[in-house]
T-cell receptor, first 113, second 114 residues
Framework: AQKVTQAQTEISVVEKEDVTLDCVYE???????LFWYKQPPSGELVFLIR????DEQNEISGRYSWNFQKSTSSFNFTITASQVVDSAVYFC??????????WGAGTKLIIKP | KAGVTQTPRYLIKTRGQQVTLSCSPI?????VSWYQQTPGQGLQFLFE???????NKGNFPGRFSGRQFSNSRSEMNVSTLELGDSALYLC?????????????FGEGSRLTVL
């Protein structure tokens, strides 16, 4: 069965600390896509990144970086030098062979000033 | 470019009633998908419409239905409301079909069933 696990329910750090959000997925498909979305208090989900199963190259976008490792079925997200504006709920998701998004439970990130 | 617009933003209904939620996608986007978000079940896929056709459906009872109009606007309907239907209903649009690309979400319609 397709599944996405975000074991960290809530993480609280002080501003400027680095923080890593974990995502572990399960799929039998050889072709799949992984996503990270951010949900601020306003409610709308904001796309952060997409990765397909054939591209294991890590990605960096400003303070954000992603580590995709097929060997451990993980797609972890790191925020460097966190800021208060990074406070949100972050979701990892997997697109299965039926093209349905399977969502993780989300990790609530609290950045304290 | 206007984003995805969902109406109403908040509504309160009682058990047994029905509700219709509306979603206007980003101009030019032809795919609209709906998601239910609850504290207990998290985010769950409801259905996706592309060019007025339901392309995909999640594991929800028949009380949940939707449609898409020729201008790509979409509505979802929940009949015979139950307490467990209380949730944030999110709509997302994308230029093309499928779930492999970036989705653009609205702020959601928060439904409370009393």
């Amino acid at each position: 069965a397709q599944k996405v696990t975000q074991a960290q329910t809530e993480i609280s750090v002080v501003e400027k600390e680095d923080v890593t959000l974990d995502c572990v997925y399960e799929t039998r498909d050889t072709t799949y896509y992984l996503f990270w979305y951010k949900q601020p208090p306003s409610g709308e989900l904001v796309f952060l990144i997409r990765r397909n199963s054939f591209d294991e190259q890590n990605e960096i976008s400003g303070r954000y970086s992603w580590n995709f490792q097929k060997s451990t079925s993980s797609f972890n997200f790191t925020i460097t030098a966190s800021q208060v504006v990074d406070s949100a709920v972050y979701f990892c998701a997997l697109v299965d062979s039926n093209y349905q998004l399977i969502w993780g439970a989300g990790t609530k990130l609290i950045i304290k000033p | 470019k206007a984003g995805v617009t969902q109406t109403p933003r908040y509504l309160i209904k009682t058990r047994g009633q029905q509700v219709t939620l509306s979603c206007s996608p980003i101009s030019g986007h032809r795919s609209v998908s709906w998601y239910q978000q609850t504290p207990g079940q998290g985010l769950q896929f409801l259905f996706e419409y592309f060019s007025e056709t339901q392309r995909n459906k999640g594991n929800f009872p028949g009380r949940f239905s939707g449609r898409q109009f020729s201008n790509s606007r979409s509505e979802m309907n929940v009949s015979t409301l139950e307490l467990g239907d209380s949730a944030l209903y999110l709509c997302a649009s994308s230029p093309g079909p499928g779930g492999t690309g970036e989705l653009f979400f609205g702020e959601g319609s928060r439904l409370t069933v009393l």
